[in-house]
């Protein structure tokens, strides 16, 4: 176990593509669009709160679900990479239960998972997390959320960003509210598509926020 974790730190981060408009001496990058905080953000402290969410410090066993290696950068709407950003992540475990006390959702919940996790960007902009992909979860009687992970961007002087990234392919983002409630545009920009790279199932999800002038 010890030696998967290290191998998982010491990995690199491929920098990848924003969403780029305009000639290459003018390029700006679309904000990523703000969804909603939800009612879980995390309210308990935890004794592991760093980016590898499948390993929970004390754990015996690791999580329950399929490993995911999330990746991107932090942008600027100037597609500069903004290091020193404070990226949180958190959602629910596999079967589609959060951590949170107002989490009325029968499901159980997965000792070994770390629910939530956070980094700080590296020079150029980049953060990697590994995490499972969270089980659908009832938003309402007639309405289940996709599986999806909730991201918070933050450093001083820019403007804080609250969204939420997808999994491309999953039949409930078609019914989503939350999700349709974007442009296809917007939506392209937080629906990620998982591929094998070097045996790990990851997904690149760069983020633009908005520098404040
Ligand atoms: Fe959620």
């Known amino acids: 176990m010890k ?10 981060i491929i920098a990848g593509t924003g969403l780029l408009i305009g000639n290459s001496t003018s ?15 995390p309210i308990d402290d935890q004794l592991d709160t760093d980016t590898d969410l499948v390993f929970k410090k004390g754990a015996s066993k690791r999580a329950r679900g399929k490993v995911v290696y999330i990746k991107g950068r932090i942008l600027d709407q100037d597609c ?18 959060y951590n949170h006390p107002n989490d009325p959702n029968p499901a159980s919940l997965d000792p070994n998972f770390q ?31 996709p599986p999806h992970i909730h991201f918070k961007i933050s450093i001083r ?7 939420q990234m997808y999994f491309k392919g999953e039949s409930l ?15 392209r920009n937080v629906i990620v598509n998982f591929k094998k790279i070097k045996k790990r199932l990851t997904g ?4 633009t926020i908005n520098k404040i002038f």
């Open 27 to 41: 390029a700006s990058c679309i904000i990523t669009p703000a969804q909603t905080e939800g009612p879980f953000y």
């Open 3 to 12: 030696e998967t974790r290290r191998k998982f730190f010491k990995s690199g």
């Open 157 to 163: 002087g820019y403007e804080e960003l609250v969204t």
């Open 115 to 145: 629910y939530w996790g956070k980094t700080i960007t590296n020079k150029k902009g980049q953060y990697l997390f590994r995490t499972i992909i969270p089980g659908a979860y009832p938003a309402t009687s007639t309405w289940k959320r």
């Open 173 to 187: 983002n078609q019914n989503d509210k939350i999700l349709q409630s974007l442009s296809d545009l917007e939506k």
């Open 80 to 97: 500069k990479p903004v290091p020193n950003a404070l990226v949180e992540i958190w959602q629910a475990c596999e079967s589609g239960k």
């Open 204 to 207: 690149k999800f760069d983020i």
